[in-house]
T-cell receptor
């Protein structure tokens, strides 16, 4: 069964450093998403991407964040200058974008620790 | 904008007992509704979903949920809980294909032997 994959599974970085989190969505899906979950809290939407551009973003997704689909398979989230409060689990998801269906398939997550 | 409330932060049930986890949503039209389960340190696994049609939906692991438009609810149920069901459960709502999902705060389920 096709699945969303994410790398790395755990990333440790120093405050102020740039990090890139990588995702490979399911191959025929059209929508891609990033969510985050701070330890012990709920899952929060960051951004969605469709047709090579951002389709929605939350207030969390400020200028420190960017997303890119650099090739036909990868989808990345970049945090330019990490802060302590960026420490969280980051989930990538994808969906087919079919009318009447919003099922999103989640990857296993990348745990980001900012020291 | 849509929102989701899960009123119960923690629930403890005995193994073999029935379970109901509550979820209330706010959205102007019929939403897409989901229940996900998350074991500690793990990702999100979809239990079941509602898009349209029959308001009682069956999912994996013996779970079911009922969409009640009049109560803006989508409660998750299981007739007999197993120890392996101990996890965190999240209800989520989306408005249309490609739309972001909005998650509730989660309910942590503990199962007593």
């Amino acid at each position: 069964e096709p699945e969303v994959t994410q790398t790395p599974s755990h990333q440790v970085t120093q405050m102020g450093q740039e990090v890139i989190l990588r995702c490979v969505p399911i191959s025929n899906h059209l929508y891609f998403y990033w969510y985050r979950q701070i330890l012990g809290q709920k899952v929060e939407f960051l951004v969605s991407f469709y047709n090579n551009e951002i389709s929605e973003k939350s207030e969390i997704f400020d200028d420190q964040f960017s997303v890119e689909r650099p090739d036909g398979s990868n989808f990345t989230l970049k945090i330019r200058s990490t802060k302590l409060e960026d420490s969280a689990m980051y989930f990538c998801a994808s969906s087919a974008g079919l009318a009447g269906n919003n099922e999103q398939f989640f990857g296993p997550g990348t745990r980001l620790t900012v020291l | 904008a849509q929102s989701v409330t899960q009123p119960d932060i923690h629930i403890t049930v005995s193994e073999g007992a029935s379970l109901e986890l509550r979820c209330n949503y706010s959205y102007g039209a019929t939403p897409y509704l989901f229940w996900y389960v998350q074991s500690p340190g793990q990702g999100l696994q979809l239990l079941l979903k509602y898009f349209s049609g029959d308001t009682l939906v069956q999912g994996i692991k013996g779970f079911e949920a009922e969409f009640k438009r009049s109560q803006s609810s989508f409660n998750l149920r299981k007739p007999s809980v197993h120890w392996s069901d101990a996890a965190e459960y999240f209800c989520a709502v989306g408005a249309y294909a490609g739309n972001m999902l909005t998650f509730g705060g989660g309910t942590r389920l503990m199962v007593k032997p």
